[in-house]
């Protein structure tokens, strides 16, 4: 006791003793920010489906309302000519996951699996694709995906579990997601059933009166997804994770939330009347206002991702990416309505860009892109970077510190991202094996397409000058046959055949 005593009387002043522990702490703040600096960035990458151009208010959009969307451009980065890798799903997600464009994917179009299931799940890519969840994995990052996934059963090697992802929860088969009140969802590698009464995606009423709640059943696809993803989200917030979210909203059938619908004007819908299924998926009874229910529910999804990083204080060490995997849906028999009773027109989803879903031109590939990094990208900025889905894969292994595979067809994106000069490494090659054969070269501002490729009587090469004619209105091959005789040679030495995607045009 004396000793302790002694101890206690020979202790530093005050003044002293508090330089001290003031020092100790500035230590342990300076050793924790380290520890902060040195964690890799999480990344969370957003992919809603046929989400058009022109639909986000930061987009120019006036009708629909997307605020957390709008907020999420205001504090990153808005692209102003980011492309798809395909203009409709499956391809789309496969050139978006492996980093090669569609001369080089595995996965040049549509294609069911055709395992005699009633939802089995489209063609699988090979367990020869190294996706951009393994290469992460490798480098400490625990990946999940949840939505809508497309690239192959869960029986096969197209598996998200068989590529890289930890967790998988949504729709493995795409025919399944046509509706949001499924009878199961895809949970690893086994399903959870979620409606005991679940409702087809494909109905018509050509009498009657259509009612929203006769196409509704108990659990709500969407809203499920969504849960899965922030437990996700919590249970994984202490380390380095993908989180990657294939929402399904835009694409039909049409039946979100009565909610959101009741938001809209109501007068809206009075000049066309109800949809009646006439040009496939749902009957719905106000259907403007339901197309734009779905993407202010896609917005409020999108909020609650947002939420739950900042909950976590994980916002200033999360690059947040959001795009869409082409173009709003395209016209049916109907004039009226597009397919599933979209009125594209009415919302300007396109934003003036030619074309719709399954087109190469720009508005079935052109989307809407928006990055949000902290520290890195400057808030509420713009970049015109001519971009397309490869260049995420490299761009994504860049921010996460570990090396990208050999033989991408992307660029880094990290340039533009952060406001410096950027050039693309090669130019932007489509070919797409869908609505007839479809070829697209972009060398930015210059734009060569081709139509009906797989026909007997393939279309001539058009060439577009897309600085001065984004809407594709006036094709300049006769008066620039040198930039289009440069464009096609681009195409054919910068693409491989490939065994369930022939193109008799090019493969000698």
């Not at 050139?95 to 994917?105: D, K, P």
């Not at 579990?161 to 949970?187: E, M, V």
Request: charged content about 25%; aromatic content about 10%.
């Amino acid at each position: 006791m004396s000793d302790i005593l002694k101890f206690k009387v020979q202790f530093p002043r005050r003044p002293a003793y508090s330089l001290i522990m003031k020092l100790i702490v500035s230590l342990l703040a300076t050793a924790t920010l380290v520890a902060a600096d040195s964690r890799k960035p999480n990344i969370v990458f957003i992919l809603a489906d046929d989400l058009g151009y022109g639909e986000l208010g930061c987009y120019g959009q006036e009708k629909i309302k997307t605020p957390n969307l709008d907020r999420l451009a205001s504090e990153g980065i808005k692209f102003t000519h980011h492309y798809t890798g395909a203009p409709v799903c499956a391809p789309a997600r496969c050139v978006l996951l492996t980093g090669r464009h569609l001369g080089h994917a595995e996965i040049r179009s549509n294609g069911d699996s055709k395992n005699g299931r009633e939802f089995p799940g489209q063609w699988p890519i090979t367990g020869e694709a190294i996706t951009i969840a393994e290469v992460l994995r490798q480098g400490g990052y625990i990946s999940g995906g949840f939505g809508k996934w497309g690239l192959g059963p869960t029986d096969t090697s197209g598996s998200p579990i068989k590529q890289g992802f930890n967790r998988f929860y949504g729709y493995n088969c795409q025919r399944n997601a046509h509706s949001f009140f499924p009878p199961f969802l895809d949970d690893n590698e086994g399903e959870e059933t979620i409606n005991e009464n679940p409702i087809p995606g494909h109905q018509r009423k050509s009498q009657g009166e259509v009612k929203a709640d006769d196409y509704r059943a108990e659990t709500y696809a969407p809203d499920r997804i969504l849960e899965e993803a922030l437990e996700f989200l919590d249970e994984n917030k202490d380390q380095p994770f993908f989180l990657y979210l294939p929402f399904v909203e835009p694409h039909v059938a049409m039946h979100p939330p009565q909610e959101w619908i009741d938001r809209y004007p109501k007068e809206w819908d009075e000049e066309k009347g109800p949809y009646r299924g006439q040009n496939g998926y749902l009957p719905h009874p106000r259907p403007r206002a339901g197309y734009a229910a779905m993407i202010s529910d896609l917005d409020e999804h999108v909020g609650s991702i947002l939420a739950r990083l900042k909950k976590h204080g994980l916002d200033d060490n999360t690059i947040v990416v959001f795009t869409s995997d082409n173009g709003t849906t395209h016209p049916g028999r109907d004039p009226r309505f597009h397919i599933g009773g979209v009125d594209a027109p009415f919302f300007n989803s396109t934003a003036g860009l030619r074309g719709w879903k399954g087109s190469v031109n720009e508005g079935g590939i052109r989307v809407p892109a928006i990055v949000r990094w902290p520290g890195k990208i400057e808030a509420g900025s713009t970049t015109s970077a001519p971009s397309y889905f490869p260049d995420w894969f490299p761009t994504l292994c860049q921010a996460a510190g570990v090396d990208a595979p050999a033989k991408l067809d992307g660029s880094d994106l990290t340039p533009a991202l952060t406001g410096k000069s950027f050039e693309r490494s090669k130019p932007m090659i489509w070919e797409f094996h869908g609505y007839g054969g479809q070829l697209a070269v972009i060398d930015f501002p210059w734009k060569a397409v081709r139509q009906k490729a797989k026909s007997k009587k393939p279309g001539a090469w058009e060439l577009y000058n897309l600085k001065k004619d984004p809407a594709e209105a006036i094709d300049l091959a006769k008066k620039h046959p040198k930039i289009l005789s440069r464009l096609e040679t681009v195409f054919k030495e910068d693409r491989s055949p490939n065994p369930r995607a022939r193109l008799p045009l090019y493969d000698q």
